[in-house]
């Protein structure tokens, strides 16, 4: 079983910057993929970018602003926000695939204003 607690969500200006954290708890062993995925108000959850192990991919709208890091020593990862737009409002998950089940997190709140 695994478990996945986000926090660093809050309210920014736009230009402004936000590190999101996922403690990943429980059985980690096999966990190769880890992300983050969106979702705005009203709208369908949408894919951010994927730590895939060997590559990262991101959604268009965040590359070059957006990077996802991970920490497997302290079984984290991470997503550093820049520029952010008031687009990117939105709840913010952490995702990981382990055993070929995903996982996800509670979400956190990421509100831009302008």
């Known amino acids: 079983q695994v478990r996945l607690v986000e926090s660093g969500g809050g309210l920014v200006q736009a230009g402004g910057s936000l590190r999101l954290s996922c403690a990943v708890f429980?059985?980690?062993?096999?966990?190769?993929?880890m992300g983050w995925y969106r979702q705005a108000p009203g709208k369908q959850r949408d894919f951010v970018g994927i730590?895939?192990?060997?590559?990262?991919n991101y959604a268009d709208s965040v590359k070059g602003r957006f990077t996802i890091s991970r920490d497997n020593a302290k079984n984290a990862v991470y997503l550093q926000m820049n520029s952010l737009k008031t687009e990117d409002t939105a709840v913010y998950y952490c995702?990981?695939?382990?055993?070929?089940?995903?996982?996800w997190g509670q979400g956190t709140q990421v509100t831009v204003s302008s």
């Open positions: 730590d895939g192990g060997g590559r990262i």
């Open positions: 429980g059985s980690i062993f096999g966990i190769n993929v």
């Open positions: 995702y990981v695939v382990h055993a070929g089940v995903s996982y």
